[in-house]
């Protein structure tokens, strides 16, 4: 697969796409990662790639031509995204189509706004990471390849790894996750992961799936409904009861988690 990322900043991207996940996609050879840098695009001597906005107002907006010309030069064969607060919001869904293809492109705005051109005439879907705003397109592209990448085949080297993350094909939050030691600092693993009882382990994860959507996000939980993925009365109990860790989901951020964390894919915020 090839990641295009056309962007003001390139040297933004350089550390976050030679390490963990990305890093090691890139060295096995399932993704190319073309980072452009927008002003190679502009053509004046002060390489601008901005200007003020018709109408008035504050802020500066980025000239739709580079972008344009920079879309020109890369001739790509799949989606065009603009990342931006007007888009629909980005799913799992959006990842897995994306890891299907061959070539993906992510244009990042930055200051006040882009052009409206280049979502007209040149974007093929516009993102947004939620309801807010950055400071520039760059996080929420590097969000997305990020997302996309973990997806490919071979990436993370475990595929149970990405399958039960949450949203991975139903819209459920995924259920907490624990590694050594058993106790630390008062605070217990639940004996049921530790009873070597995979029947009882895998009802147990459904269960604080379901527990954690229904309290945490209940229009995800009333989507799982229509869609026939919960019903209605799972998730009222109490899921995490057997052996709770004093209501502490022990979600650590990523794999390394010492020796043990040898054994296990690097995960990062996937819950």
Not at 17 to 27: N, V, Y
């Amino acid at each position: 697969m090839r990641i295009n990322i056309v962007t003001l900043f390139p040297e933004f991207f350089t550390a976050p796409l030679e390490t963990s996940i990305p890093g090691r996609a890139q060295a096995a050879g399932l993704v190319e990662y073309r980072v452009v840098d927008l002003r190679k695009y502009t053509h004046d001597r002060h390489r601008t790639a901005d200007d003020t906005p018709y109408g008035g107002g504050g802020g500066m907006v980025l000239k739709p031509a580079p972008f344009f010309e920079a879309v020109d030069d890369l001739e790509p064969r799949g989606p065009v995204v603009l990342l931006s607060p007007r888009g629909a919001l980005f799913k799992q869904a959006h990842a897995a189509r994306y890891a299907s293809l061959e070539e993906l492109t992510l244009l990042c705005g930055h200051y006040k706004d882009v052009d409206e051109r280049v979502a007209e005439g040149l974007a093929t879907e516009e993102l947004s990471l939620g309801d807010f705003v950055l400071s520039g397109g760059e996080i929420p592209a590097l969000a997305v390849a990020d997302a996309v990448v973990r997806l490919l085949p071979g990436a993370l080297g475990d595929h149970d790894s990405a399958a039960t993350d949450s949203f991975y094909d139903r819209p459920l939050l995924g259920p907490p996750s624990y590694t050594r030691p058993a106790e630390y600092r008062g605070l217990h693993v639940p004996e049921v992961l530790r009873s070597g009882d995979h029947g009882r382990i895998a009802r147990w994860r459904r269960e604080a799936s379901v527990r954690l959507t229904r309290e945490r996000r209940p229009d995800l939980f009333r989507r799982a409904l229509e869609e026939g993925h919960v019903t209605e009365t799972e998730g009222a109990g109490d899921a995490l009861r057997d052996g709770d860790a004093g209501g502490a989901e022990g979600r650590a951020g990523g794999g390394d988690a010492g020796n043990p964390g040898e054994s296990l894919p690097e995960g990062g915020h996937t819950n």
